[in-house]
């Protein structure tokens, strides 16, 4: 049936025109698509995964390049390459283990030239302690032993302001998944204190301007914290009510952090467009 102008379409209601003629179909030719950024990830082990960060940044539209050195991926030599954001895991090992572990010179020569570079960089646990050695600062095992299972964050005042973890700041009331032996003693001097832990040990940093380091684990789940559990054999009653506690968290945690991996990825689409990628 053919409808001339001015004449009411058939079968559709007369107000559903009316939002048609006042919104019209976006010309898709003339739209600029919102843009993914690469992100590349520094695996350091098998057990350390991206977890639950892998989901919602490729919810949020991420491209994701795993690099696994300890299985014979090369680092790339003198900065990020065609990255628009970097993410450094957690791991057992320490982070000046170069005997055991000989890329991480090379990892920490890598967040080196992102905090130059201005790149969007988060080191989780172990990769927050690589961004503190590799921009002058020191890490040592923290002297009271252990720290496990979901702990606040404390956040400063002034971190409601932060340009990645503000949100989380402002919500309060949030807590993290801790599973570590190592702490950050000595902040570089670059280093901006955004959160501690009790006690006071350095929670989250900003080195530079868009360089995080977390010292818990926000993309771990009770699955993989219990893989970390069973591999070094710990399984006293200490252990088993931290790993009940995550497992009772996890819908907070994820409510808590998955905002944080969106603003992760929004930050590097903001600089792939800066940088006209």
Not at 69 to 87: C, E, K, N
Request: with cysteine; net charge negative.
């Amino acid at each position: 049936m053919t409808v001339r102008p001015g004449e009411p379409e058939p079968g559709v209601p007369d107000d559903r025109l009316r939002l048609r003629a006042a919104h019209p179909a976006p010309d898709w030719a003339t739209v600029t698509p919102h843009p993914r950024p690469h992100l590349m990830v520094i695996q350091h082990e098998d057990g350390c995964p991206l977890g639950l960060f892998d989901g919602w940044l490729r919810a949020a539209g991420a491209r994701i390049t795993v690099v696994r050195p300890y299985a014979g991926d090369p680092l790339p030599a003198g900065g990020s390459g065609s990255a628009d954001g970097l993410i450094v895991l957690g791991g057992s090992m320490s982070a000046t283990d170069d005997d055991r572990c000989p890329w991480l010179p090379a990892t920490r020569e890598l967040l080196r030239a992102a905090v130059g570079e201005g790149l969007p960089t988060l080191g989780i646990c172990l990769g927050h302690q690589l961004l503190t050695v590799a921009c002058g600062g020191r890490v040592e095992p923290n002297p009271a032993g252990k720290q496990m299972g979901v702990v606040p964050v404390g956040y400063t005042a002034s971190a409601g302001a932060e340009h990645l973890f503000g949100a989380s700041a402002r919500q309060g009331g949030v807590g993290a998944v801790h599973w570590n032996d190592d702490i950050a003693v000595t902040l570089p001097a670059a280093a901006t204190l955004v959160a501690t832990a009790p006690g006071g040990v350095p929670q989250v940093i900003r080195v530079g301007e868009a360089a995080w380091g977390v010292q818990f684990h926000p993309e771990a789940d009770e699955r993989i914290v219990t893989d970390w559990a069973r591999s070094e054999g710990l399984v006293t009653t200490v252990e088993q009510a931290a790993l009940a506690g995550i497992a009772a968290a996890a819908a907070d945690l994820a409510a808590a952090w998955r905002p944080v991996a969106i603003r992760f990825a929004d930050i590097a689409a903001d600089r792939r467009t800066a940088t006209g990628r």
